[in-house]
Nanobody, 123 residues
Framework: VQLQASGGGLVQAGGSLRLSCVAS????????MGWFRQAPGKERMFVAS????????LYADSVKGRFTISRDNAKNTVYLQMNSLKPEDTAVYYC?????????????????WGQGTQVTVSS
């Protein structure tokens, strides 16, 4: 499975961005999908996860109520809608795919990773 993330950029605090991640080369609709982020000098952190059919989602406490993960299996795409952005949301955002069923927070439970897209939130 190859994952291609896009949609990052520079935005002012309080603004919004929508990230997209297109999957190819596998059975996207069978995969749990997730978003992670990594700020400079910090570990990669869980952001959100979504089940194969979109029926279940999981969010990090730091983004709950501001970010929304969704997917369109017909387009092999997972999205991360980010609203009310804060400077502390600045990071490289990665999408990931998990072969096994069940939402997961730990990065080691994901099998495939995209290349990352930079999100910068200015104050």
């Amino acid at each position: 499975v190859q994952l291609q993330a896009s949609g990052g950029g520079l935005v002012q605090a309080g603004g919004s961005l929508r990230l997209s991640c297109v999957a190819s080369g596998g059975s996207f609709s069978n995969n749990v999908m997730g978003w992670f982020r990594q700020a400079p000098g910090k570990e990669r952190m869980f952001v959100a996860s979504i089940s194969w059919n979109g029926g279940s989602t999981l969010y990090a406490d730091s983004v709950k109520g501001r970010f929304t993960i969704s997917r369109d299996n017909a387009k092999n795409t997972v999205y991360l809608q980010m609203n009310s952005l804060k400077p502390e949301d600045t990071a490289v955002y990665y999408c990931a795919a998990r072969r096994s069923a069940g939402l997961a927070l730990a990065s080691l439970r994901y099998d495939y990773w995209g290349q990352g897209t930079q999100v910068t939130v200015s104050s």
